[in-house]
């Protein structure tokens, strides 16, 4: 929101603390586990919604607020995101937790929904703090700009908001449904690709014309694959200076045999064959350790990450590391055409090298056993195959599969000649639905910044037209004033106590851990060191900052547990800075 923007006459600009009230005093956490306590063996209807953020985080048996209230993140939201919200409005009965303010209107002044609007409107980038985790202190959040209108022009821009943007959620609607649509026809397309569906015509008007089946096609592939094998081994003999031994060629390792049990019946011409029958699968190579040495990295050879390989629509041309000599000696250097498939982690990710590249050994290699037939079907038929794949790793703490696994998985064979025109097919239908799908992204992107427009013309007074019988914002602004006042006189709060020094709380923080010796929560930590529920954010943060300084000297640890923080002593003897 910009400051040199010239309001309407009877606007005015102000700080939120001025105008909004915040009721950060109702806000509670409580760690997953306790929730989960709490509401086992509970009715939906017994729960109410427990806030966090940016939205729902889970369900609680309890509620502490019971108005309706804008929850404006105080961490974790996309406060530097100039289309996502940082701010949404809840009604009813329920929970929030530390990580949202709790911001209202006064009744019949400042309408809940103009504040809902405006701070998701306004620019935080001021108004923020934090290095790595940005944080909008309750104090910086009192000093954010607020644009005030009078009370009954505040309801004819919401209205008018609320009918623009019905408007553009029915458009965005209609474009996420021809997402999934996209999505679905992606799938189908791929399915009746590898069953035969997508070039039967093909195959009625080539009838006569194929001049090797799939069966033929497999056996030819078997021939080479053995050849290929025998001249490899020779080879090897060779270098070594040594005379083949007698029966040597009984060592080939055949390659796994289909298991056809329970599988569609394929097109006439097309035959079930296993991977290993078809190609050559090898990991990439790491012979040393550790894997990530600087020494390994920086040279010419461009090394292949499973990232890359995910991101890939089918072609790797270029890759963001690339491998020393010392790198390569303990890798391999892959060739161009070969197909990438990730065994670890996202499992059955597929692209194929348009370069020569190495890779870790979190991937596999696969190369055709003939150059004739295109690895490109292999890849798209892998696209099919990630869910099996995915279904048959093992269940370990990180889910991978083997060669072993991906030796006995089975494709259709058809001709050379089909398979030419199966993946030709699938290239240009890809393509097509490549370009509907950026088309698609291009209007929601469109549709999120009409919304930021909107907003910038209803805060600048350009969305309704003013009426001069409205109350201006300067009485309305006195008025707030004044029933604060009225307000505080009718329920005074108890004063709260005197807060402890720092340095008497940090030793009883210290003596809280000692005695802990383990990970404690911080908001138990506090809790037994005095520091009860609604003490202010910016306390909070003090004491922070302080454990942030005993972090630093290695005193202390702070790790982050779901929504908590956890601290540990590291060290007994600690003494005051």
Same mark, same amino acid.
């Given at each position: 929101?910009?400051?040199?923007?010239?309001?309407?006459?009877?606007?005015?600009?102000?700080?939120?603390?001025?105008?909004?009230?915040?009721?950060?005093?109702?806000?509670?956490?409580?760690?997953?586990?306790?929730?989960?306590?709490?509401?086992?063996?509970?009715?939906?209807?017994?729960?109410?919604?427990?806030?966090?953020?940016?939205?729902?985080?889970?369900?609680?048996?309890? %509620?502490?607020? +019971?108005?309706?209230?804008?929850?404006?993140?105080?961490?974790?939201?996309? /406060?530097?995101?100039? &289309?996502?919200?940082?701010? #949404?409005?809840?009604?009813?009965?329920?929970?929030?937790?530390?990580?949202?303010?709790?911001?209202?209107?006064?009744?019949? #002044?400042?309408?809940?929904?103009?504040?809902?609007?405006?701070?998701?409107?306004?620019? #935080?980038?001021?108004?923020?703090?934090?290095?790595? @985790?940005?944080?909008?202190?309750?104090?910086?959040?009192?000093?954010?700009?607020?644009?005030?209108?009078?009370?009954?022009?505040?309801?004819?821009?919401?209205?008018? &908001?609320?009918?623009? %943007?019905?408007? $553009?959620? !029915?458009?965005?609607?209609?474009?996420?449904?021809?997402?999934?649509?996209?999505?679905?026809?992606?799938?189908?397309?791929?399915?009746?690709?590898?069953?035969?569906?997508?070039?039967?015509?093909?195959?009625?008007?080539?009838?006569?014309?194929?001049?090797?089946?799939?069966?033929?096609? $497999?056996? @030819?592939?078997?021939?080479?694959?053995?050849?290929?094998?025998?001249?490899?081994?020779?080879?090897?003999?060779?270098?070594?200076?040594?005379?083949?031994?007698?029966?040597?060629?009984?060592?080939?390792?055949?390659?796994?045999?289909?298991?056809?049990?329970?599988?569609?019946?394929?097109?006439?011409?097309?035959?079930?064959?296993?991977?290993?029958?078809?190609?050559?699968?090898?990991?990439?190579?790491?012979?040393? @350790?550790?894997?990530?040495?600087?020494? $390994?990295?920086?040279?010419?050879?461009? %090394?292949?990450?499973?990232?890359?390989?995910?991101? !890939?629509?089918? #072609?790797?041309?270029?890759?963001?590391?690339?491998?020393?000599?010392?790198?390569?000696?303990?890798?391999?250097?892959?060739?161009?055409?070969?197909?990438?498939?990730?065994?670890? !982690?996202?499992?059955?990710?597929?692209?194929?090298?348009?370069?020569?590249?190495?890779?870790?050994?979190?991937?596999?290699?696969?190369?055709?056993?003939?150059?004739?037939?295109?690895?490109?079907?292999?890849?798209?038929? %892998?696209?099919?195959?990630?869910?099996?794949? +995915?279904?048959?790793?093992?269940?370990?703490?990180?889910?991978?599969?083997?060669?072993?696994?991906?030796?006995?998985?089975?494709?259709?064979?058809?001709?050379?000649?089909?398979?030419?025109?199966?993946?030709?097919?699938?290239?240009?239908?890809?393509?097509?639905?490549?370009?509907?799908?950026?088309?698609?992204?291009?209007?929601? +992107?469109?549709?999120? !910044?009409?919304?930021?427009?909107?907003?910038?013309?209803? /805060?600048?007074?350009?969305?309704?037209?003013?009426?001069?019988?409205?109350?201006?914002?300067?009485?309305?602004?006195?008025?707030?004033?004044?029933?604060?006042?009225?307000?505080?006189?009718?329920?005074?709060?108890?004063?709260?106590?005197?807060? @402890?020094?720092?340095?008497?709380?940090?030793?009883?923080?210290?003596?809280?851990?000692?005695?802990? +010796?383990?990970?404690?929560?911080?908001?138990?930590? /506090?809790?037994?060191?005095?520091?009860?529920?609604?003490?202010?954010?910016?306390? &909070?943060?003090?004491?922070?900052?302080?454990?942030?300084?005993?972090?630093?000297?290695?005193?202390?640890?702070? *790790?982050?547990?779901?929504? /908590?923080?956890?601290?540990?002593?590291?060290? *007994?003897? &600690?003494?005051?800075?």
């Amino acid at each position: 929101m910009s400051e040199n923007t010239e309001l309407p006459k009877n606007w005015i600009k102000c700080e939120l603390g001025e105008v909004v009230e915040i009721h950060d005093n109702e806000r509670k956490p409580i760690n997953n586990s306790e929730r989960n306590s709490r509401i086992e063996n509970k009715a939906l209807n017994e729960l109410f919604p427990y806030y966090g953020a940016t939205g729902q985080v889970g369900w609680i048996d309890d %509620f502490l607020s +019971n108005e309706e209230s804008v929850l404006v993140g105080e961490d974790a939201a996309p /406060f530097l995101d100039p &289309i996502k919200n940082k701010a #949404y409005l809840v009604k009813g009965k329920f929970w929030v937790n530390n990580h949202a303010h709790i911001l209202r209107g006064l009744q019949g #002044y400042v309408s809940n929904k103009f504040i809902l609007h405006q701070m998701n409107y306004v620019d #935080y980038q001021e108004h923020v703090s934090g290095s790595t @985790r940005l944080k909008l202190t309750k104090t910086a959040l009192t000093k954010m700009p607020f644009t005030l209108c009078p009370f009954n022009e505040q309801n004819r821009i919401t209205d008018k &908001i609320d009918e623009l %943007f019905s408007e $553009l959620d !029915a458009g965005v609607k209609e474009l996420e449904a021809a997402q999934i649509k996209l999505k679905h026809y992606r799938q189908s397309l791929l399915k009746n690709a590898i069953e035969g569906a997508l070039t039967k015509k093909w195959r009625d008007d080539n009838k006569d014309k194929i001049e090797e089946t799939g069966k033929e096609l $497999l056996n @030819r592939i078997l021939i080479e694959r053995k050849q290929r094998w025998e001249q490899n081994k020779l080879e090897e003999f060779k270098k070594k200076g040594k005379n083949p031994p007698k029966n040597w060629q009984d060592k080939y390792p055949e390659p796994v045999q289909p298991d056809t049990t329970d599988l569609p019946e394929l097109p006439e011409g097309w035959v079930w064959a296993s991977i290993s029958q078809i190609g050559w699968l090898d990991r990439g190579r790491s012979k040393h @350790r550790p894997r990530n040495a600087a020494h $390994l990295y920086g040279g010419k050879y461009p %090394f292949v990450q499973t990232g890359e390989i995910r991101a !890939a629509e089918q #072609y790797i041309r270029e890759t963001d590391k690339t491998y020393s000599e010392d790198g390569l000696a303990q890798s391999k250097l892959w060739s161009k055409g070969t197909m990438c498939i990730t065994i670890a !982690a996202n499992i059955g990710e597929t692209a194929i090298l348009d370069i020569e590249a190495c890779f870790p050994d979190s991937i596999v290699g696969f190369n055709c056993v003939i150059a004739e037939m295109p690895v490109e079907y292999v890849e798209y038929y %892998f696209r099919v195959l990630k869910s099996k794949l +995915n279904d048959e790793a093992p269940a370990t703490a990180q889910k991978n599969i083997n060669l072993e696994i991906l030796s006995k998985e089975v494709i259709p064979l058809p001709p050379i000649k089909e398979q030419l025109t199966i993946v030709e097919n699938l290239n240009n239908e890809l393509e097509s639905i490549k370009w509907q799908q950026a088309s698609i992204k291009l209007g929601l +992107n469109q549709s999120e !910044a009409q919304r930021k427009n909107i907003l910038k013309s209803a /805060f600048s007074g350009q969305l309704v037209s003013q009426n001069p019988d409205d109350e201006p914002a300067s009485v309305l602004l006195e008025k707030i004033k004044q029933e604060r006042v009225a307000l505080a006189k009718i329920s005074k709060p108890r004063k709260q106590s005197k807060p @402890r020094k720092r340095v008497e709380l940090m030793d009883t923080l210290l003596e809280v851990l000692t005695a802990e +010796n383990d990970w404690i929560d911080a908001q138990n930590a /506090f809790q037994k060191c005095g520091i009860v529920d609604g003490t202010s954010t910016d306390r &909070i943060e003090e004491i922070y900052t302080e454990l942030r300084k005993l972090e630093k000297t290695g005193r202390i640890k702070i *790790q982050r547990q779901g929504d /908590f923080d956890q601290l540990k002593l590291t060290t *007994q003897d &600690i003494k005051e800075d």
